[in-house]
Every structure is written in structure tokens, then in C-alpha cells.
């Protein structure tokens, strides 16, 4: 035993034991938050409501701090070594309430306290501590070493410590210039949005959220962040005292004369008020804050046109959405003058010298999209860059003449592809479907002769997949497949393929292709295109059965081979075998969200609903953004009986989308998809109510609200939420994929805009904006259809005979061209029978429709309501009865059904928009 000498161990205890008082009476750990279970979530009837009652909730990171550290700093300098020791190791006991007691030392006269404080502050103001684990001081050091840009990932991943992780991210922020701040904290406030509180809903910390958002709000006010907050409070029924608890913060920024920070804190209370509905206070808020883009934006959102005309604009493209929006503004507020000056102002930029094409593209369409077609029209006519626009609008007036002769003109090379599409298009809607093919085939020629790029094959064969020439489509995609091989651009077949195959879900068709071609033995991919095709349309489940069988005696095994014996099982109704791949899909190496999930549908459907909420489960811990998933689990618990779990999963699925109105409409969409159609109803109405257009599924639910307003009469807000949506096409500098769409959507603005007038009986305003509207959509049928009942029942028939005549003429005239369009032949049957007129014509139209394109389910339904109007009801369920068989799942169909089975003629017709 070796012997120390006995001043030596005394003096090393005695240092311990000082360093142990000084930690006992300095040090406090974090206290946490109160400890108890996530309460019942709110059921789908009470979205806004809180399980609980806000709790008083310590804020993380606090820690009493001592009197003064003063007397400790100036031990640093102290005669005695142990002592300066002690001091030292006392201050870094003290962690974050020692911030600026050790900052302020720094510069201390006494060079020993500088060089001590120094090496203290060198771990401070990074936010090391002894109090942190050890893992998350290594992660913290690792940062400290990263380029400013690349450290962001790793900040996030501190997250995962928790509310701990707190003090640190705000040191490391400090680190940062104001500019670099300025970045990373944008995409640090994304990344809590779509990552960090997806993974706290996820496991359980729903409950300690409002801290989390409430702190990266603090690092620094943005949108994002202070719309996550509000959110999360109206969903918590916290919004109240949140509101409170920042205007408290705000009288104190104003009486101690911090401008900056009452400028932010406004902001917050803007996002706050337009959550709880206070327009007033919102827009009181944001003038205080002096935010010209924040006012302007709120000024929309109100729809305040009349202050928005001379206002900057808050989101700023080409010139074309500029103009587009602040003629909209001027439309809208009744100032004729400032209309015209737009006008003007657009006219003069049109006819600039060297006009960018996108340019003068963008500024024709703020024309149409505020309903000066005709100008546009004229416009177009003298800009030959334009001639497929021209063209697409010109067939949607049905002028066809006019289009071809554009078809005749010298077109630019690069668009003569687009222009022998377009020409395929009318082809095969005047029932020249003959010539139609025969232009794709030329085209597909083209395409092998000159080698272009694989997106014009992909456009052709949209075009033969949308005309439903399913063998040319095949024999295309083939052809183009080996095309790309010969080229060694294998892997470009997907995109091929996803147009071909669009009924299933890209990874699992990539799968199935890959293990199809690696077994292929020397077959074709005509071959394998035509296995693939009767395997999906479940016309093989003998040669699914074989193909199974026959997978792995192949020397290569398939790519995923789980899954895709799983679903060669489906298609061979093999339901044993496709349980065991599932499950084998779920063990292998690091299985996806997407196999688990499948897994868990497949034992849904099997009437196993506590094995399927596991595997559910299982695949919100992979992806913790899925709302599909929890509101699967949610389903399955219910199936299971326990509605707690229930209730958690669906109120979980509520707060995963926070302030993102995108991700929130795809809640909806889900939820309606599962059937949850009060949920889905609920988000979507909170989203009309409460969001902000930020995406485009803001406008499509504003296309939905007006298809519900119409259906209960209310022209008025039918009229105005179609505004609003072009207004966000506008705003968001977005386009419609159809260009026809320029001319027809604005038209759904001003048919409703005329049938209000109607409700009113203000027949003088109303029919001179009719014949305006049949000018600029001759062959508009839902203009037509909605107006000449209206006037019927008001006893009005001579004008409703002149609107439904002027149209029907318009068909007619075609007809006597084109003889075998199924399309002519069906537009004349539906309006007929929907105005009430020329039944028996009518009918003969329908039946020419369908005999000339008996695939069309659409066409057989214009048959069946014919049958219908017309008396013969047995034939009208027939005929609708055959549409369910091609479409089982369409809501339109079963709804007609039941409305023939009930034999009310007067009965409306179901909306065929809402599935």
C-alpha cells in the first residue's frame, strides 16, 4: 500500500468538500414541467376545445440565481490556488445565471480573473454546462466546430433532449451574426414545424409543445413561427391567455421605451387576433407595427381592396401578377378609373419592343383572369410566341376554325410538338379519333428520329393515357423504355411508367417493375407492360398465383422481394401469403413508413384492429409528419373499442399540420378519404375561417365552399369564394396547368355573380351580363344549366329560351361537322335535360354518345338522367347501375341512384364534384 502524506490527501479533500458546498448552494437543476398524462384529446365535434384547463407551467431553463456573483468572480483572483479553483469550479457549477457575471469579467483589470473568465466563458456562451448530458456537450462541441450554414441539423437535434436543450440553442444562436441569424433562424422555425413537433406529438409530448413554440418564437419573431403558436393555442383553447400573456408583454415594451421589441411583439398579436377572429385588433396591430408588408398582407386577407389599390404589393413576381393584382384590387373596389388606368398600363407593356416571352405571357394573363377576354383575345392575335395559348383558347370557345388555321402557321421548333398535341386533342373531341392516333403515331416518330428528351415522350403518352388508347399507350411506353436503355437512361423509365400506371403508388410500382424485368428471362418489355397490365386489372390471378410461384427461381432476386410477394398475393387473393410478406417486409433491415403501414391496412381490413394500430404506430415513429397514419390508428383503436386512444390519435393528427394551412387541407383531404367526414369537414371550415392563402389548397377549398354554397342557394358566396381563389392564384404567382382554365374559371365568377342577380329578381342587370358571358363561352353548359331554371320559375321563358337556343345552336352547328363526337352529342343531351328541353332529342343524343364511346361513364350517366326526365325509370337505374359497376366507389353514382330509385323528377341532381 503506498502511503500519501497526510497534508497532501487533507489538502485534496478539503478542495472537494469546498467544491461540494459551492455546488450544493449554487447549482439547481431544470424543473421540469408537471408531471402527469396527455389528457383526452378533443373529439372531432369540439375541435377547439382543451382536454384541460391551462396549467401553471414552469418556465424551462429557470433556476434561482444567487444574490451576486460578484464577491465569487473576484475570488478568480484570490492569493490561494484552492480558492481560485473552488471560485472557478463554482462558476461553471452555476452554468447560465453565471452568463453575465463571467462576460463582464472578461475585461476585469485583474489579469488572473480575465484568464480564468475566459476559459469559463470559452464553454458559456456556447451553453455548455455540467448540468447537460454528456452526449449533448459532445453534440454541443461538435458544433462549435461547423461552418455557420451547416450547423443547423445539428441544433435541431438537440431538440431531442428536450426543454434542456433550450439554453444552449439560444447561446448557440448568439454565436451567429445578425445576418447569418437572419437565415438560420427561418429555417430553425420550419424545421420545428415539420420536424421536432411532429416527433414531441408523437411520443407523448403534446402537452410540453406550447414551450417549444413559445421558445422559438422568443429566438426571434417569423411567420411561421408565431402562426405555430397561434395554432397550437386556438386548438388547446389557450388562445385567450396567450392573447393576454403578450399583451402584458407589450405594455411593458412600451413603458420601457423598446421599440424593436413592441414592434415584434405586435406582430405576434397580429397572428394571435386573426386566429381568434378579431380583425380589428389584428389590423390595430399591425399599423402600430409599422410593417408596410404586413399591413398590405392583412389588408387581403380582410379583403379591404379599396386600401389595398395604391398599397405595395406583399408578394411580388412578373410584372403580369403585379398588374394582375392591383387591376383585381381596383375591379373590386368599384374604381372604374383606376380599372382603366391598369388596363392602359397593361396595354402600353404588351407592346413593348423585345417583351420577355414570360413577361408579356403573365400579363396577358392578368387580362383574362380579371375578365377582359376580349382584350386579351385581340392581344394575343398580334403576338405569334403566343399561338398555342391563342389556341387553347380558341377551342374553348369552340372556334375551331380558327384554331386550325393556327395549326397551318410556321410554328417556333420547339413548341410543334405542343401544337400536334393540341391538334390531337380536338381531333378526338370532334370523334375524328382515327386522325387523332394517327397524329401521336407521327409525332412518337418524331420523337425516335430526333432524339429529343425523354419529357416529350412523357407528354405524348399523357395525351394517349387521357384519350384512353390504352394499346398505343403500351406499345409506346415499350418501345420508348428500350429506347432509354439503348441510350443508358434505364432509370428515366420511371417517369414513363408512372403515367401508364398512375393507379398505383409510385415506390410500389417501381418495385414490381424492377422485379418483373429482373425475372424477365428474356421477355420483352412489351411482354412485361402487358403481364403488368392484366396483373392490375385483376384479370391474372391464375398468372399472379404462377408468378408468385415462379419469383425466386430465377438466379436474381427482386428488389424488396417482401413486398412485392405481398402484393402479387393481393392481386391472387392469397391472403395468408400476403400476411406473411407483409410481415416480412416489416423485419427486414430498417423497413419504410409505407411498409408498415400496409401491413397495418391489410390487418385493418381483416378485422384485426389492435395488431393494425401497432403497426400504424410503428410507422409514425419512422415518419411523425404522417397524418394519414394517425388518423389510421385512430380508425383502428375505434375498430378496437378503445376511444381513448382513440380520441389521442385523432387529436394528434389535429395539431401535427400547426399553422401550415398545406398540410392541414391534406388532413382534410384524408380524412375524407377514410370516411371521417365530420373531421374532414371541420379542418376545412377552420381553414376558411381561420388560415391564411398561403397554398394552393387554400383555393381549392374555397372551390369546395362555393360548390356547397350553390348547393343551398347562396350564389352570392358561391360568386365571391371563386374570387378569392383566382385572387390567390394571383397572390401566389402560381398558373393553371390547362390554359383553357384562364378563360372558363373566371366565367364561374361571373355565371354565379349573374345567378345572385336572378335570386333577386334584378332582371335588367342580369341579362345584359348573360349575353356577355355566352360571348366569351359560347359553349358554356354551366351557364345555361344554372340560369334557365331560374328564369323558368320566374316565369321569364322567352328569355330563357333565347340563352338555352343560342347554345344549343352553337352545338348544333358543329354537330353537322363532326358527326361522331360522343363529346357534341353528350353537351347537347346534358343541357337539354337539365333546362328541361328537347327530352326526346335528348335522349337520342345520349344514346349516340354512348354508342360512339361506351366506355365513357360519364356519358352513360347523361343516358340515364334522360331515361330519367323522360318517365322511364327502370332504364334510367340500369343505365346508372352500369356506371357503379365501372366506378363502385363514387358518391355522384350511388346518390343518383338513390334519387332514381326514389322517382322525385324534381329532386336536384347531386353535386358530380363532391367525392
Known sequence: MIAFPLRRRWGQWLTGLLVLVFLGSTWRPTVPLVASPDPPPTTTSDVGAAPESPREIVPPNHRTPPPTFGPIVERLGHP????????????????????????AALGHP???IARRAERIWADLRWGIEPRLPLAMREKIHVIRQLHPQRRLNEIVSLTDWGEISFGPIRRIFDQFTPEERATVLGDFHLAVRTVVAPKWIQTGKSRQLSQLLRFSLDLGYSEVAAEDLAWYWYLTRQLDSGIAEYQNQLASAIAAGDRPREQQLQRILVALFMIAKQPDAARRAAERADDADLLSDLLWELGDFGAL???????????????????????LAGNQAEVQRQIDLIREALNQEGLDYREGRSLLEALLLNQQHQLALDALAGIPDHALFLMDLY????????????????????????MELRRAKMLQQLGEREAARQVLIQQFQAFLATGSSQYTLVDLLKAEKKFGLTGLLDEHLARGIEWLDARQMGESADALLEVAFDELPRDLLRILWRSLRTNARGDTHANSIAKL????????????SEWLADLYSGSKAPLRAAVVRAELARIAKQPAEQEQALQEATRAFKPLAEDWQRFGEFLLKQRRPMRAAECFAKARDIAPTNVECALLEALAWRDAGDFERAKRCE???????????????????????????????????????????????????????ARAAIARGDFATASRNYQRSILGLMRTNASFVDDTAYLSVPQAVEVNAIRDLLQKRQWDAALPRIRESQAALPGNLDLVISVVPLLDAAGKQADADAIYQRTRDVYAVLLKDYPNSGWLHNSLAWMAVNCNRDLPQALAHAKDATRLEPNSVGYRDTLAEA?????????????????????????????????FQAGDRSAPIPDENDD
Not at 490561494?80 to 462576460?103: K, N, P
Open 110 to 112: 485583474n489579469p488572473e
Open 80 to 103: 490561494s490556488f484552492r480558492i481560485r479553483e473552488a471560485a472557478m469550479q463554482e462558476l461553471i457549477a452555476a452554468g447560465d445565471d453565471a452568463y453575465d457575471a463571467v462576460q
Open 395 to 418: 377551342s374553348v370557345q369552340l372556334r375551331y376554325i380558327d384554331a386550325w388555321r393556327l395549326l397551318k402557321q410556321e410554328a417556333v421548333a420547339t413548341t410543334r410538338l405542343d
Open 309 to 331: 389599390v395604391n398599397r405595395p404589393l406583399t408578394e411580388r413576381g412578373r410584372a403580369g401578377n403585379e398588374a394582375a393584382q392591383r387591376l383585381a384590387f381596383a375591379r
Open 867 to 899: 331515361y330519367f326526365r323522360l318517365g322511364k325509370t327502370a332504364e334510367a337505374i340500369r343505365e346508372i347501375q352500369e356506371c357503379l359497376k365501372k366506378e363502385p366507389n363514387r358518391r355522384y353514382y350511388q346518390l343518383q341512384l338513390q334519387r
Open 651 to 705: 387529436f394528434e393528427a389535429i395539431l401535427l399540420p400547426l399553422g401550415n394551412e398545406g398540410s392541414r387541407a391534406e388532413l382534410a383531404t384524408e380524412a375524407r378519404k377514410l370516411g371521417m367526414i365530420r373531421l374532414a369537414d371541420e379542418q376545412a371550415e377552420l381553414i376558411l375561417q381561420r388560415g391564411r392563402y398561403r397554398h394552393f389548397s387554400y383555393g381549392n377549398l374555397l372551390n369546395r365552399s
Open 533 to 544: 397490365r392484366k396483373l392490375l386489372q385483376g384479370s391474372a390471378t391464375d398468372q399472379a
